[in-house]
């Protein structure tokens, strides 16, 4: 008898099989999963009593109804409010992150700062708010009293709301007309409605009842509009109630998702829509009620002296054919053609305009023109699932500003931006043009620079040129609530608290068809010593003094907004939200406000000729086709936040390793193009533009047309945190502004580029 | 017989031998693993605590009118308030009131010190579960023990005993260590839950996947 090696073997066996029958292995696999999956130092919410509060998100335009749920002091999740006119119930992605906003304490501003390093540098040191507060009030007592008055200017993100009136107001009392906006499509939107219809409102778009949409290049499902809303209505047309043809060079998820992407040579946007309108007019296809009736220009007319002037049928009919528009736009004649036949046999057609977001530059006004002029066509103005105008919240009804000499003499200098001017006589806000005046000028046009609610710095076309615009103006000040790239520039900061801590107004939100007001409310108290920037307006301008003082009359930011919103207040603070859900869109009889009563394809006596507004010129892109031989055109999505707010880490997380692979930005590509420039996935290479170059990755797309290429925008940021910064390009810094010729606006939507192997 | 016989036979007797020793290790090891994976396993598996009181549901039941829910109820929001806090206790225990040490315990220590009891909960789910007592036990009407057993004809509190890998309570996992369960109660894991719900058809339409939806419990 001997125990050898086999005995052994047979004991692990037995081992084996016995530990197997027994509920060991499976219930340490078990359990090790579930450990796996929470981990235990994970942070996890407190246990208690929830409690929610009803607020508006303002991460984006979209006024987006949110509940916040709270246990105790400590807000956990931010979730869409049931109900709620404009998102009812949803959220995006933005939105649902918002607390890394409040508790994301890398990014955000805790007490006033001074800046003590280099701009841009990022270093500061801490103040307490008087001298803060002490310190602008002093400059801006010096630069009153050295007759610059107009010389103090103010970049906000908006001019609707009471805090941008605040700001608006304490300039004029002050004596500068110099407030500035962030461009967006709503600039040469309600500059296309003024022209149009002769009414200073906002444009509206009844897209829950539109059942064919023609979409010029805009972002349904990634960003465009008001994002959330904009999702559902989406998903009612996929359920089979609409249509929906995407029109742009590359196949972005909304033409994904359309019933039709047609691929179009960029930047030829306004020809297609002219070539369509030329096809329905041919083919007489057109609402013979509405432009017989309701319109003035279609015909060709004779003007005051008597000479006859083109109309809108000659113009387009002899000038885009659609051979020619075939030719211009590098789409098939037929395509064209049956397009713009099953653009009007739809019940409820409906064009919209504005490419990606719609957020980071105003456009070109032919193409919002062509567009407005498609939808005239078929009668959908003013119409169920047409484009509406909602007249703009009148709310805001303070006393007239009481002005001393000095603001007398102030207010009436010119803008720096000439807007309003005999060059731009329909635009409001031109900021675009202010970085070239100032770096071309010899002396200061601005000498005090207010930033509220904007990161321009990142946000505008041509990054250096911004950062040299700012280099001259002496002095900024910054009240941004992060630690963004413009509020690393400026020379102060007096932080605003953020959304989620502070009261504020948030009216009409974009192309949204009812007279609507959102509130943000504090869901907690501050977290740091941060100051509701409607609050600060008034500390600076009892510091001042006078006049200035005098017309803020209100104890604090809160009872200002409480009496402002007077009978409202009561349905803001127990709904969120006040709306007008009686307004119906004026009817063609009352609705048009030009000289002809009409809505007038020409603008008569504010356009040269009907080619001015509408005419299509292909010469809008910056560098000559020989050194740069690609176009690069930027790309939005709803990973990846482009405007004020940067991606909070969550958001980061989404963004797909075909946008960024580490640090890397990767640029689309079609195949073909890359096997030219003998470049291969994944690989390196110089991006080169007349204004910036960038390393990038290459992706091979096959979605992207020939020739062209593509960069997100919202990476490369240089501020926030470590999830966000040194990650990708900035779009800004590779593209420059262009100015569109009518309107002076930012007309910018590509340029020339050239990439070579790195 | 001859010399190779003879070496033929001892080497089947040692043959025989070595066979007896490897089914014997087998049926060792087998039994010796067996054990282990039956009993000492799940016995170190778990930790054993007290709770910081030994409550007795009967006692209580009976003081008070609306059963469970007099303690144990559900907020004008909708949520539920779950183990009591000290202030609802306060209003009876506000002075000792009987001869019970755990109750003189429980005055002194916790309510004249104004501390909340750290009480151990059999029943606690995972972070990442949502559950609405409200749409269980008012829109369903089902019954506490359904879920929770016949806690309340307790006189004393058992052990709490935690599962020192995931963290979890054994009433979650289920008494049992096979996972076998007799009653509806016995065990509160993922498949519990959804055996019950497919059975009554909640909620099998997800809106983003149009089938059985995770996100009626996992939102
Ligand atoms: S769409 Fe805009 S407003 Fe709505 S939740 Fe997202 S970020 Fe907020």
Redesign the interface.
């Known amino acids: ?4 090696r ?3 073997l ?10 197997a ?4 292995p499976w ?2 696999i ?3 999963s ?2 796996t ?2 981990w ?1 130092w994970t942070p ?2 407190e ?1 208690g ?4 509060v009803n607020s508006t998100c303002t991460l984006c335009p979209g006024g987006c109804g949110i509940t916040v749920r709270k246990i105790g002091d400590r807000a956990v999740k931010v979730e869409g409010k049931e109900g709620h006119p404009i998102n009812s119930g949803g959220v995006c992605l933005l939105g649902l992150s918002g607390l890394q906003n409040l508790y994301g304490y890398d990014r955000r501003i805790k007490t006033p700062l001074k800046r003590i390093g280099n701009r841009g540098q990022g270093s500061f040191q801490k103040i307490t708010w008087d001298e803060a507060i002490s310190e602008v009030v002093n400059k801006l007592s010096e630069v009153r009293s050295t007759g610059q008055a107009h010389a103090v200017s103010c970049i906000s993100g908006s001019d609707q709301g009471t805090v941008a009136q605040l700001l608006k107001r304490f300039l004029t009392a002050y004596g500068s007309p110099n407030f500035f906006t962030m461009p967006s499509m709503q600039d040469s939107y309600e500059l296309a409605l003024y022209l149009t219809q002769g009414i200073q409102a906002s444009v509206a778009f009844d897209v829950e009842n539109s059942d064919f949409v023609l979409s010029f290049g805009s972002g349904i499902v990634e960003g465009w509009g008001s994002p959330v809303r904009m999702f559902q209505a989406s998903s009612r047309w996929r359920e089979g109630k609409g249509k929906v043809v995407q029109i742009e060079p590359r196949l972005s998820i909304t033409a994904a998702k359309s019933d039709k992407w047609i691929p179009i040579k960029p930047g030829t946007e306004a020809a297609l829509a002219l070539g369509l309108a030329s096809v329905i007019i041919k083919e007489s296809l057109y609402d013979k009620e509405f432009v017989e009736n309701y319109a003035f220009g279609f015909e060709n007319w004779k003007d005051d002296a008597g000479k006859t002037q083109i109309g809108f049928k000659q113009f387009v009919l002899e000038g885009y054919g659609p051979d020619k528009v075939a030719k211009i736009t590098g789409i098939d004649k037929s395509t064209i053609i049956s397009l713009a036949r099953s653009f009007v046999r739809a019940s409820k057609p409906l064009a919209i305009g504005g490419r990606n977001q719609g957020r980071s530059t105003s456009g070109r006004l032919n193409e919002f023109m062509a567009i407005y002029a498609l939808n005239a066509l078929v009668g959908n103005i003013n119409k169920t699932g047409g484009v509406w105008s909602i007249p703009k919240p009148g709310y805001i009804k303070w006393p007239k500003v009481e002005m001393d000499d000095v603001a007398e003499k102030g207010i009436k200098e010119p803008r720096i931006d000439a807007a309003g001017s005999a060059s731009y006589p329909y635009s409001q806000y031109l900021l675009n043009r202010v970085p070239g005046i100032l770096n071309s000028g010899q002396e200061n046009p601005i000498q005090v620079l207010f930033v509220a609610g904007a990161n321009p710095i990142y946000a505008l076309p041509n990054t250096k040129a911004v950062k040299e615009a700012f280099d001259k103006i002496p002095y900024i000040v910054g009240f941004s609530s992060y630690l963004d790239e413009t509020a690393k520039y400026a020379d102060i900061i007096l932080p605003n608290h953020v959304y989620l801590e502070r009261y504020e107004d948030i009216p009409t939100p974009v192309g949204f068809q009812k007279p609507f007001i959102g509130l943000a409310k504090p869901v907690i108290a501050p977290q740091f010593e941060t100051k509701n920037l409607g609050d600060t307006i008034f500390l600076l301008a009892k510091g001042l003094g006078g006049t200035i003082e005098k017309a803020f009359p209100w104890d604090d930011y809160e009872t200002c907004l409480k009496e402002t919103l007077s009978e409202k207040w009561d349905s803001l603070e127990e709904n969120g939200y006040w709306i007008d859900s009686s307004l119906k869109p004026a009817d063609w009889k009352n609705a048009f406000k030009t000289a002809s009563k009409k809505f007038e394809f020409i603008a008569a006596g504010k356009a040269k000729d009907i080619a001015s507004l509408f005419g299509f010129s292909s010469s809008t892109l910056e560098g000559d086709e020989a050194s740069y031989p690609l176009v690069l055109i930027p790309y939005d999505s709803m990973r990846l936040a482009n405007g004020f707010i940067g991606d909070p880490p969550f958001v980061m997380k989404a963004v797909e390793d075909t946008v960024l692979k580490g640090k890397d930005v990767l640029i689309e590509i079609n195949p073909e193009t890359a096997k030219q420039l003998g470049m291969s996935e994944g690989g390196f290479a110089k991006l080169a533009t007349p204004v910036g170059t960038a390393k990038v990755r290459v992706h091979l797309y096959d979605g992207i047309m020939p020739g062209i290429i593509a960069l997100p925008r919202g990476l490369g940021h240089t501020a926030y945190d470590k999830f966000l910064g040194g990650k990708g390009v900035n779009f800004n810094e590779l593209i420059g502004s262009v100015e569109d010729p009518v309107s002076g606006l930012d007309a910018t939507w590509g340029i020339r580029a050239k990439l070579t192997k790195a | 017989m001859s010399k190779l016989d003879d070496k033929k036979t001892d080497q089947k007797g ?1 043959e025989d ?2 066979r ?15 054990i ?3 009993m000492i ?2 016995s170190l ?1 778990y930790s054993k605590k007290k709770q910081p009181i030994d409550f007795n549901h009967v006692l209580h039941v009976e003081a008070v009118d609306q059963g469970c829910e007099s303690c144990h109820y559900i ?1 004008e ?1 909708g ?1 539920f ?2 183990v009591p806090k000290l202030a609802q206790c306060v209003d009876c225990h506000e002075e000792v009131q009987g001869e019970d040490p755990e109750e003189a315990k429980f005055v002194n220590e916790y309510v004249a010190e104004g501390k909340e009891v750290p009480w151990l909960v059999y029943s606690r789910q ?3 579960v949502f559950f609405s007592h409200v749409t269980h036990t008012k829109m369903a009407e089902m019954d506490c023990a359904t879920c929770h057993g016949a806690i309340g004809e307790s006189e004393h509190s058992k052990i709490y005993e935690q ?1 020192r ?4 309570s054994r009433d979650i ?1 289920g008494k049992n ?3 076998f369960k007799k009653n509806t109660w016995d065990r509160m894991k993922m498949d519990d839950c959804s055996e019950c719900h497919v059975k009554n058809h909640v909620r099998q339409a997800s809106v983003q996947t149009k089938k059985g939806g995770c996100f009626v419990c996992h939102k």
Request: proline residues 6%.
């Open positions: 008898m001997k125990i050898d086999r005995s052994f047979s004991l692990g066996m037995g081992v084996a099989a016995g530990t029958l027994s509920p060991l219930k340490l078990d359990d090790i579930i450990w999956q929470m235990p996890v919410p246990i009593e929830v409690n929610y | 040692q031998g070595v007896g020793f490897i089914i014997l290790f087998f049926i060792i090891g087998l039994f010796a693993s067996l282990v994976g039956w396993f799940p598996l907020r929001d949520s308030s779950g995972p972070d990442c599962n890998i995931s963290g979890y996992w260590i096979a996972g």
